[in-house]
């Protein structure tokens, strides 16, 4: 695991837009995986911009993203393919047909358990993921990992734990049906990547972040599998570096 401490949460999201530029340049169908929440969102951004300019593209490029929630439709505002479309990829020219965000548009845990194995497969045939982009949850959870997640799990239904709940409470309004449940990738599926790059940023994952990096390897703190990837890289700014 190499570990980056960089001055600034701009500086954490050119860091990864460079990284992202990198592989997909290199791989004109290269296979990216990407993740939602606000750290990413300045990559995103970052990204838009870049390919605005002329100097990306990403015609060719595939992507899979971490997780979806269950109970609301991808058309809410708080999905996360409603998330993807509106932060990167009504933005960019990517082939829409070519982002994949997990389906979770059913309450019926037997054709969510289908949309999640179907997912695997579709990862598989594509060929695995080049970069997976990922944040971290103030608990260590990556994706919707949670703790206690196994090393080995696969794309499945996750509860989502109260303090992740709590969490993500701020992009729902007061009252608003909030989910509870998602599908997301297995730490086993996120660990078949070729690269991975974990941004964080502010002082509210410096917890997190060191548990990741000095603390043990355990499934409590799911992103300290990441110690063990041979090609995992975490961009941090000095603030969620600042208990290491
Ligand atoms: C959600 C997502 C994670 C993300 C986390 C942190 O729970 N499933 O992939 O890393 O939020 O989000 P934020 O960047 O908003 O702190």
Redesign the pocket.
């Given at each position: 695991m190499q570990v980056i401490i960089l001055p600034t949460p701009n500086d954490v999201a050119q860091y990864a837009a460079n990284s992202v530029m990198d592989v997909v340049t290199e791989n004109a169908n290269s296979i990216l995986g990407l993740?939602?929440?606000?750290?990413p969102i300045a990559l995103y951004d970052e990204l838009v911009s870049r390919c605005r300019a002329g100097l990306l593209s990403f015609k060719n490029t595939k992507t899979f993203n971490?997780?979806e929630y269950i109970g609301i439709s991808d058309c809410h505002e708080q999905s996360y393919r409603a998330f993807m479309n509106r932060h990167l990829f009504n933005l960019v020219d990517i082939n829409p047909a070519n982002t994949h965000v997990p389906l979770a548009d059913s309450l019926d845990p037997e054709v969510l358990a289908r949309n999640a194995e179907a997912y695997e497969s579709g990862i598989e045939r594509s060929g695995g993921i080049d970069l997976q982009i990922?944040?971290?949850?103030v608990n260590g959870?990556?994706?919707?990992n949670e703790p206690t997640s196994s090393f080995a799990s696969r794309t499945r239904i996750k509860t989502l734990s109260k303090s992740?709940v709590e969490a993500?409470k701020r992009f729902f309004a007061e009252g608003e049906f909030q989910p509870h449940l998602a599908i997301t990738m297995g730490i086993g599926t996120i660990l078949e990547s070729r690269a991975i790059l974990l941004m964080a940023t502010g002082k509210g994952k410096a917890q997190a972040v060191k548990d990741m990096i000095e603390g043990p390897l355990t499934s409590m703190c799911p992103a300290s599998v990441l110690q063990q990837h041979k090609k995992s890289i975490v961009i941090l700014d000095e603030d969620a570096a600042s208990l290491l």
């Open positions: 993740a939602t929440g606000s750290t971490l997780d990922l944040g971290i949850g959870h990556i994706g919707f992740t993500n």
